[in-house]
Structures are given as C-alpha cells and as structure tokens.
C-alpha cells in the first residue's frame, strides 16, 4: 500500500456504519430551517401569474390595476428582465417572463411583491393580460409530423433529440419468436412535499444573496446571473432546508422572480409556492410512447430487440435530450442482445414541459422491455425469472453502445435472491378488511380477490454521462479546538434528504480518524459539486470530499515529519495520534496541529465518458451501470379493480454500503415512487391543460398504500469507483413499476399497457 | 383582528390577523414556530399537524381566529427541554428522517396514537398514520420508529 492508500480510522461513525443524521435532531424538534421557513423583518412576499392557456400569443399586458392594491411594491414582466429573459439547465429555450407567446398552462407571465402573501397574490390576479389563444400541440406523434407547428422556430423542429442505437445487424436478424408490444407511461410528479421556495436578500455591494432549495447552486447560480445580467459572483446562493427533490429542482423555479423582486424594491423577497402552484412550477417525469419487438431463439435467447421510444418534453427542453440519451441506451435493460436498432425521440409539444426525476428516461424503457420479456417469457412457455437469467448480463457483457460492463453486474443474482425469498403467507380466510384491496372502503371481504406475483430487473447509469464534465469540488480542514482535532468538511453539494451530510463526515472520520467532523452549509462560496442528481453524490462529491481528506493527512504526516524530525516514511496517522511502527505513538494529533490549519481544496472528476456516436449510438456514454430487482405480489378485487400490494422484495447492488441505514432508506422511498407509478400517480392533461393539480387529485402512496418490503444489498465493489461503491438511489425506482404490474397481470389475466394500470383496465370498464 | 391563543403551554397574542389567515399562517409567519409544515393546504398531506386543545387536527384547515381562547400544541412544544419525547428519539434513531419535511407532522400524529393506543398493532399504526404523507421513505422505517416508541413510552409506564 501506498501512503494515500492508508486508512486512518478507527472511530467510530466512519465508512460503513450508519451514525444518526447530523440534522434529525433539529428535524424532529420542528427546527430544521426549511426554504419555506425563511423570515426577516422587512420581507416582502412575491406571488407569480402563470397563463392558463397551453398555447397563445401575448397581445398585451395592463398591470395598472395590480399597482392599485394597497401594500404592492412591485409588478414586473418581461420588459423588467435586467439580463437575457431566457434560461434552460441543457439548452437555454424558456424565458423567465412570457414575452410574446406562452407555450404551457402554468407559465410565468407576471410577479408580484407585496407585503402579505394575500395581497401579492390578489394583485396578481388583477393583471390583465389581453391573450390571442393558439391551437396547441398536444400530441407528441402528431409534433413530430411535417406540417406540425413548430413551436420553438430557432430549433427548426419539434424533435428535440433523435437518439439512434445501431448493434449488430437488427435487419437481417430472424428469431424462433418474436413479440411485439405498445405500451404508455404516465406523466408523474415527484410531488415532493417541500414547495418551491426560497428568499432573496440585497447585498450592500449590490449583489443578491439567495437562500433556496436546489439540487445544484451552481447551475442556478450561473442562469440567475445570466437573467439578472450580474456578474457571477454578486449572485451568491445559500442552501436552504430541502424537502424532498427527486429531480424537480434541477430546474429553475422562482430563483429568478424572487431576485428580479429584491433587486427592483430592495428589500428581501420570499416566495413560496402552494401545492397547485406547485403542480406547475417545476418539470415533470416524461411521458413516454414505446414500441417494442423482442426476437428470441425457441430456449429463450435474445436474438434482437426493436424499438421507438417517443418521449413528450413538454413546452420546454429542460433535460429532455439527456433524458433521451437514457432511454436509448439502457433501452433494452440488462440484458445481452446481439442485434439492437433503437430509436428515441424527445420532442416539444404544449404539454407541461418535462424533464429529470428519479430514474430519469430509465424509468419508461424499464416498463416497456420488461412488459416485453414477460411478454416473450408466456409466447416461450418459460419462467419469467427464467428467461430474465438466460439473458442476464455481467461483467463483461457488450452493451447495445458497444460499452463493455467493467464492473460487477449481478443481474441475475439479483434476480434469483427475489425469486428465491419465501413468499408472504396466503390471504387469511377471515382477512383484516385493511389487508384486502379497498380497504376499510368495506368493497369486498375476499370474493373476487386473487394473487398475483411479478418479477422485474431495471439498469440504470450513474452520473451525467455522454461526455459531460462531471466533478465535485471538496474543501476539508483539519485544526485543533481546545486540542482536540475537528475536521470541517466543505462542499456545495445539496442535502436534498438523501443523507449527503452524513456521508461525507462518515468519509471525514473515516480518512483522518477524527471523531468531530463538521459539514458545513452547502453554499456558492466553493466550487461546484455539480447536482444532487443521477444517484451520483456518492459517487463524486464522496470521491472529492476522500481526495481532500487524503491530501491533508499527506499533508499533516509532512508536518509530523518535519516537527519531529523523523522520516516521512512509515507515520501514519490514527485515532487522533501519529505513530509509526518503528516509534510508536510519537504525538497527539491536536497538539501536533496547535494552531496550525491544515487546507486543502480538490476538484475531482470521475472516469471521462465519450459521447454517443450521432448515427450508429455507439459510444462509452456511462461511467457506471447500476441494478436493482424486485418481486411485487398483490391481490386485486377483479370485479372491481382495486390493487392492494401485499408485499414488494428488492435486491440491489451497491457495491459498497457507505451508510448502510441510508441504502435501505433509498431503496425504500425509490420503491414507494415505483409503486406509485405502477397503480395510482399520473399528471392527467387534456388538450394541454392539466386536470389534478392537488394532493386530492393527484395521489401518493400513503403509508396504507405502501407494503412490507423485504431488502437484500449486495455489495459487490466497483474497482473504478471511491470505496467501490454504487449510486444507490435511482435503481429502485425503475425496477419496482414494472414487477408491480406484472404481478397485476399474472391476478387478472390482463395485458396492461399503460401505466399507472387504472380500476378500469383491470375491468375492462374503460 | 387580534387572536389570543395557548401555543406550547404560553399565552401568545397575534395582531393584525387578516380574516382568511388559517392557524398554520399564523404560527408561522406571526407567531415564530415554522415547525408544522405548508405541504398541500387541504388537509391531504398532514405536514401541518397540531393538536388543537389535546386533538390532532391540519391546522392549514383551521382559521386562525377559530383558535381564540384555546390551546394549541405544536412538534416544538413536545420535547422537555433538551430531551426528546420518546415518539422524536425514535425518528432520529431508526431513519424514519429523510428530507424531514413531513416529519413534524407524523411525530405529533404518532405521538396522538401512542397516547390513545400505548402499543399499537401494525395496522393500527397505518391506520392512524394515514393521512400523513412521506415522499421519502416509503413508510418502512416510520413504522420501525414507531414500533420503537410505543415500547419505549410502555417500557417507561
């Protein structure tokens, strides 16, 4: 072992244990500073006017009325934009005030400060906006055809992004079986309960410090400054309390509108958003259209697999061509296939736009090929469980990009360790009403409630792949208080719920074997840790965080050295000593230090990943594959078409568990989000106009909703990755969906299409 | 108007409440306990749970002036002290936390259950816990805390 190799732990609270959050204590006591907690004395109170029409042209706007309502300080439009009235994370294409056309229900044409939320929203409503309404495109087929509105004229286009995967030769393949399918993918919400929130505060040098719930201060950083036409640096963000994330704050909400309101009545602006105001406030999950064709040897061999995946991104682009990079290239799951020809689109209609959650474009191409190989598994007379091993991939395995796997890829393990979990007891005769679907709604007592048991395996990438240059930025001191050594841990990653914070003092602890560890408030004053997203902070802010905490020990040893006058070689340090084989213990850390700090900042960037070729999709696009399989069984009331999920089992790799307690809690939240879209969760829109934005009408799991669920965590190490580990937080998500409907058809006999599976396609009623 | 209310065993006293200012309005934004939570306003998601004169109820769904003379008790009035009521210890203990967001409202919901039922069958607990929804979880370690709860407020009986 080198020296950098060297563990210095042996306190507790390190890599591999599960210390409690940082943050639960002041969680639990109703503490914790949330986006939406945020005071100060002489705030004001920013309310958004949002267009209900899914497609018009702006003829004009009269906000005299809005600045009669006593208590308005301020009514802004597009022409109050100091900067460029345009921001996208990908693709700059949405503007922060609808100028001359609205392109989605919901989109900011006006904002408002006033000194009560009431007041501000009431103004608002006073502005009058003279619309010419448009026909709007809805249809995501319908936008890709040639006499279609182009809805965005710069792009030339509504296709977005055309991804092509060509692998082997798909053409001229022939198969013992083939089978075919078209199935649907809802729009979900991540329906975090957090709203949108933050408070924008003027700065004396003229600059805005805002406190926001994010995924990444950096990009929001850089789009507010763009917007506000401010030099980088007078933009200064602070993480406020997140609740809940799950990819829809990546984008930008009411970063902008909360500055442009401060910076205009130079007074600290809040705004927070209400549930429905929510609803329109952030991007939503894709939409998704596939269709599939599964060839496979009479054994139960993949020969080829065909497919068109259209994918609606809504009125804006949002991440919709990363989405689609997803889609595409995990596009026929883990499994070996020799011959693949993949198409994915992602297009612009007049739909609420869409982009990244949990799973993000994984989520529907997991739906659609593991509807197909049970689909293939029935046509073979075969096991479903059984074919999926045949096929399975490993390490090793070619992908359809051409990428080898080159790290542990237990799919078949994974899928054998559910298989093989025993199976929960049969339904009691005399059932608790609230074990049985409708519940205490008393809708059946048994008759008409069978067993269904389903299997799924889903793949997802693990950070932002194709190419882009993905880094987090860690600075860790190390210094002694009252002499005893703590260590501050600095990052600008966002705690988002995840546990983050926990983390990176468990690395801390682990890499200087310092008991205190202090993580500071993520914020823009160090570098970029890049997004809370892609199941990557683990992965990157956990490798920069190691790499800083590397340094200063090289560093600190360097010191020991020199103080002492001893060799370099062979000091090690530990438990808060420096020792060598040969001295022994030489000196207490904390009086080694005295008032000396120790420094130092690491930008640290993953292996690089290459772009996809644009025609053939070939290309080393991912730096890691991560797996995770389920089993769902339920018992559905087929005469009425009620679900109750008796029990999900999951087995996912993580290569290796940093915070074991947060593993499950990951594989539990993103298996709860899979369920939800399997059976209940859909943003419903119609001619472009959204019919549910509520928690009555839009609906979660709750906690009647949501099974036992049985966890198996395999940690087999990725040799590329800090301590081998795996992004853990988005594979269960995928897998969970499809092993829930599956379990659904093989109760009823039905083929199940689309999801979320309504009361109606179980009964045919529709 | 101006609203007298009990809030965590104080009389507190709230000036130049606007009619339509709901209870959870006023504790946050008048009265300095942001501690419940403004998730759905509409009594679905349970984030804002308070009990009002010893009953668990969505205090976004209660006007504030309903609340005159009577007694509220909020997640910030529940520990004693530093000390954590047991319902909170067990939260922190088992990574029933996540983002957190919904947990001030599950502990006062969980806290009303033990009270009422000391040690509560699994489907009591999901009963009882239903009107509050998590978006991080997936319940799991909700129902470990409060499993933990319920025998740490018996084992303490």
Redo the contacts between chains.
């Keep these: 072992m080198t020296s950098t190799e060297q563990r210095s732990g042996t306190v507790a609270g390190g890599v591999g244990e599960s210390p409690t959050r940082p943050d639960g204590v002041v969680k639990v006591r109703g503490e914790f500073a949330y986006s939406s907690d945020l005071w100060r004395e002489d705030m004001l109170w920013g309310a958004t006017l949002r267009t209900p029409h899914p497609y018009a042209r702006i003829r004009s706007i009269d906000i005299s009325e809005a600045l009669k309502l006593p208590g308005v300080k301020a009514v802004l439009t597009h022409e109050d934009v100091p900067g460029e009235n345009i921001y996208g994370l990908e693709h700059p294409d949405q503007p922060v005030l609808a100028a001359e056309v609205v392109r989605y229900q919901g989109e900011p044409v006006a904002i408002v400060a006033a000194d009560h939320p009431e007041t501000a929203r009431r103004a608002a409503a006073r502005i009058d906006i003279d619309y010419e309404v448009l026909e709007p495109v809805v249809d995501s087929e319908a936008a890709m055809a040639p006499d279609a509105t182009v809805l965005h004229p710069d792009h030339g286009s509504n296709v977005v992004r055309h991804v092509p995967i060509q692998h082997g030769d798909p053409d001229s393949a022939t198969a013992d079986v083939v089978v075919t399918g078209e199935y649907e993918v809802g729009m979900q919400d991540q329906a975090f309960l957090g709203p949108e929130s933050g408070l924008a505060v003027p700065a004396e040098d003229g600059g805005i410090d805002l406190y926001v719930a994010t995924q990444w201060l950096h990009v929001d950083q850089k789009q507010v400054a763009v917007a506000l036409g401010m030099p980088v640096d007078k933009i200064r963000l602070h993480l406020a309390g997140v609740g809940g994330a799950f990819g829809a704050r990546e984008d930008l909400s009411m970063q902008v509108h909360a500055c442009m309101l401060a910076q205009y009545t130079g007074k600290p602006v809040k705004i927070v958003y209400g549930r429905e105001e929510s609803f329109f406030g952030h991007v939503h999950r894709h939409p998704a259209r596939l269709r599939y064709e599964h060839g496979a040897t009479k054994d139960g061999k993949l020969v080829y697999v065909k497919t068109r995946m259209v994918l609606d991104g809504g009125a804006y682009a949002s991440t919709t061509a990363a989405v689609a990079g997803n889609a595409a290239t995990l596009g026929v799951g883990p499994y070996v296939v020799p011959n693949v020809r993949i198409d994915c689109y992602g297009v612009y209609t007049n739909n609420p736009p869409c982009g990244a959650m949990r799973g993000f474009g994984a989520v529907q191409a997991c739906f659609g090929y593991e509807s197909q190989m049970d689909k293939l598994a029935a046509a073979l007379g075969m096991d479903p469980v059984e074919l999926r091993v045949r096929n399975a991939i490993d390490e090793g395995a070619v992908m359809p990009t051409g990428q080898v796997v080159d790290s542990p890829a237990p799919a078949a393990r994974l899928l054998e360790l559910v298989r093989d979990r025993p199976l929960p007891a049969e339904r009691a005769a005399e059932a608790d009403l609230r074990d049985l679907p409708g519940g205490v709604s008393n809708t059946t007592h048994g008759e008409g409630v069978r067993r269904g048991v389903g299997y799924a395996i889903g793949i997802k990438n693990v950070g932002f792949s194709e190419g882009f240059d993905d880094y987090s930025t860690a600075r860790v001191r190390l210094l002694a208080v009252d002499g005893e050594p703590l260590v501050s841990v600095h990052t600008a990653a966002a705690e988002v719920g995840q546990g983050l914070v926990t983390l990176q003092a468990q690395i801390a602890r682990t890499e200087l074997g310092v008991a205190q560890v202090s993580v500071e408030q993520a914020d823009t004053s160090v570098g970029s840790a890049g997004s809370s997203s892609a199941s990557r902070q683990s992965y990157v802010t956990g490798g920069a965080v190691r790499e800083a905490c590397r340094q200063v020990r090289d560093a600190v040893l360097d010191l020991a050295a020199q103080r002492l006058d001893v060799a370099r070689a062979g000091l090690e340090l530990s438990g808060g000593k420096i020792a060598s084989a040969e001295h022994g213990v030489l000196v207490e850390l904390g009086e080694l230090l005295g008032s000396t700090s120790i420094e130092r900042i690491v930008e640290w960037r993953h292996r690089p990943t290459h772009p996809l070729d644009p025609v053939t999709g070939q290309g080393n696009a991912h730096v890691q594959y991560a797996l995770a399989a389920h089993r769902a069984v339920v018992d559905v009331d087929v005469d009425l078409g009620l679900i109750k999920v008796v029990e999900l089992a999951c087995a996912q790799d993580v290569g290796k568990a940093i915070n074991p307690d947060a593993v499950l809690g990951q594989i539990h939240g993103g298996t709860a989000q899979g369920l939800g879209l399997a059976i209940m969760e859909e943003i419903q829109v119609s001619g472009g106009v959204v019919r549910n934005p509520s928690f009555t009408d839009y609906l979660i799991p709750t906690i009647l909703d949501m099974p036992p669920m049985a966890v198996d965590v395999l940690e087999l190490a990725d040799p590329h990755a800090p301590y081998g580990l795996r992004g853990v937080g988005e594979p269960p998500t995928i897998s969970s969906t499809p092993a829930v409907v599956a379990a659904i058809r093989a109760a009823t006999g039905r083929a199940l299409t689309r999801i979320p599976v309504r009361p109606e396609h179980i009964t045919s009623t529709d | 108007m101006r609203v007298n209310v009990e809030v965590n065993g104080k009389q507190r006293t709230a000036d130049d409440v606007?009619e339509?200012e709901s209870l959870l309005y006023v504790l946050?934004?008048r009265l300095?306990?942001?501690?419940?939570?403004?998730?759905?306003?509409?009594g679905?998601?349970g984030?804002c749970t308070v009990y009002l004169d010893g009953v668990p109820v969505c205090s976004c769904l209660v006007a504030a002036g309903q609340t005159e003379g009577r007694s509220v008790r909020?997640?910030?009035g529940?520990?004693d002290g530093d000390k954590?009521d047991p319902v909170?210890?067990a939260?922190?203990?088992e990574?029933a936390?996540?983002?957190?967001?919904?947990?001030?409202g599950l502990?006062v919901a969980a806290h009303d259950l033990i009270a009422r039922t000391p040690n509560p069958s699994d489907?009591e607990?999901?009963?009882a816990?239903?009107?509050?929804?998590?978006?991080?979880?997936?319940?799991?370690?909700?129902?470990d805390a409060v499993r933990t709860a319920a025998a740490a407020a018996g084992g303490g009986q």
């Design positions: 606007w339509g946050r934004e300095g306990l942001p501690g419940a939570k403004n998730a759905c306003e509409q679905e998601c984030s909020t997640v910030e529940l520990a954590l909170q210890a939260f922190v203990a990574g936390v996540q983002c957190g967001f919904c947990t001030p502990i489907a607990i999901r009963e816990l239903a009107g509050n929804l998590c978006r991080c979880t997936g319940y799991e370690k909700i129902m």
